[in-house]
């Protein structure tokens, strides 16, 4: 957290909630998103979703030249409301056209882009901003990318419109039919879905929370200098991008999705046990993160997509992001406090993320708990749909059909309250609390 404190002479706390902004609005809204998107399509989804990414990093860039705290706040809330959507939107899109075979590799392809992007964007910005002698002409080049992205999608959506023009109104109508949402939907969703959001929460949230301070663990643990620290960081950006298409293609082949979200939760626990409590070279522990990193959404994504029909899966998947946000809200500002905590007791020592980095194992050894109960589940409750390898999958597929269907002839029968039992609203409350911590935590840490 070092260089954001440092521009804006904030502490580590508020930081967290600086950080924790954009995962904070996005608590809310790719739930919201998830709906606009099963009631209304993609096209307006996106629109929307990429128009308040542009307007977003306007504000970011402007308020680089007013040294306001307050107003770089309000535009990373705009960034957040945008880029949560976009992301759905992308998912949603892609989980639509392929189910089973593909689905996997294209999902792999978007996470790598997106991962490129990151990738680029932390690599330019120094370079950026040492060419132009200030730290803001590196917003600025990311509002340029973010305006280019705007028009791109502007191009998309003309050539949709052209294939339905061009499409037969009959097949139109089987499409509507298929992808007609209803919103009762959410109260019959499965119970391995509901795992799938626990891993979400708490394994997502300990990745973007992670990715937030490693540079400044680095830094202070293993007594290196900023830019030691800063490429050391940087490998946990790097081999997801190269290891994410091989593992798109192995999850289409040979399946293990459950078994290698296991292994997902058990690498993260490790690598933070390496990071935080070992003299090994910290470009070990981490590789063991990235690979995590690697694995993990990958096979979160991929499985919601097998086992939610296209009419929820915008839904379902803006539950995902939701509760992966809720999670990051939560545990970015808790590792602030901690981290605080720390520098007070310890003075900025190699020890002064003891605290931090005791908090990821347990956080990490309970994300290995829910990981091992969504292999269990998918074991004997979904004929293993979600570790089915290619030859296998359609007859597990077929098997599970009936209870995928499940929901929406619930959702849609008359007497659709006759099939309501006062668990299906247990994920729901519970969500919803999760949902008013963060934001109490979120509003006390940015007052």
């Known amino acids: 957290m070092y260089c954001g404190s440092l521009e804006l002479e904030i502490t580590n706390t508020q930081y967290g909630a ?14 919201l998103g998830g709906l606009f998107i099963d009631a209304f399509g993609t096209n307006s989804g996106s629109l929307i979703a990429t128009s308040l990414i542009m307007v977003g990093n306007l504000i970011i860039s402007l308020s680089t ?3 306001s705290f307050s107003t770089m706040v309000v535009g990373r809330i705009l960034y957040g409301l945008g880029s949560g959507s976009i992301t759905v939107v992308q998912e949603t899109i892609l989980g639509s056209w392929f189910k089973g075979k593909g689905l996997a590799i294209t999902i792999a392809i978007q996470i790598t882009t997106s991962r490129i992007a990151s990738f680029l964007s932390m690599g330019t910005a120094i370079p950026i901003a040492n060419r132009f002698g200030f730290y803001g002409a590196a917003f600025w080049a990311n509002f340029v990318v973010c305006a280019l992205s705007f028009g791109i999608n502007l191009v998309y959506i003309g050539s949709m419109r052209r294939i339905h023009r061009n499409t037969p109104q009959h097949l139109l109508d089987r499409l509507r039919t298929k992808h007609k949402f209803n919103p009762r939907l959410v109260l019959f969703l499965f119970g391995v879905y509901w795992m799938i959001i626990v891993e979400s929460f708490t394994l997502g949230g300990g990745w973007n929370s992670f990715l937030h301070i490693n540079s400044e663990l680095i830094k202070l643990r293993f007594g290196v200098n900023d830019a030691v620290a800063a490429w050391s960081a940087s490998v946990s950006q790097i081999m997801p991008i190269f290891l ?3 593992l798109g293609w192995f999850f289409d082949l040979y399946g ?5 979200l296991v292994f997902s939760t058990s690498a993260f626990t490790f690598s933070m046990l390496l990071l935080g409590f070992s003299k090994v070279n910290p470009l070990v522990g981490l590789v063991v993160f990235s690979i995590s990193l690697a694995l993990g959404p990958l096979a979160e994504i991929t499985a919601i997509s097998l086992i939610l029909p296209s009419s929820s899966l915008g839904t379902g998947l803006g539950i995902y992001k939701s509760a992966m946000n809720t999670g990051s809200t ?4 808790v590792v602030g406090v901690l981290q605080d905590r720390g520098s007070r007791l310890l003075e900025e020592s190699a020890h002064s993320y003891d605290y931090v980095m005791a908090f990821f194992v347990a956080w990490g050894a309970l994300s290995t708990i829910a990981a091992g109960m969504i292999f269990l589940i998918d074991r004997f409750k979904w004929h293993s749909l979600l570790r089915s390898n290619a ?5 597990a597929y077929h098997m599970a059909k009936s209870k995928i269907n499940r929901p ?9 309250r006759d099939y309501v039992a006062p668990w ?8 919803g609390c999760m949902l008013v911590i963060s934001w109490i935590l979120f509003a006390m840490k940015l007052a």
């Open 18 to 31: 600086l950080q924790s902004s954009v995962s904070a609005v996005n608590t809310v809204l790719p739930i």
């Open 408 to 416: 929406m002839l619930y959702a849609t029968a008359s007497n659709w």
């Open 424 to 431: 299906n609203f247990v994920p729901l409350i519970v969500l």
């Open 391 to 395: 030859s296998d999958r359609k007859e």
């Open 65 to 67: 030249h007013m040294q």
């Open 330 to 333: 939560i545990v970015d500002i």
């Open 256 to 260: 293990l999705r459950t078994d290698m």
């Open 244 to 246: 994410v298409p091989f």
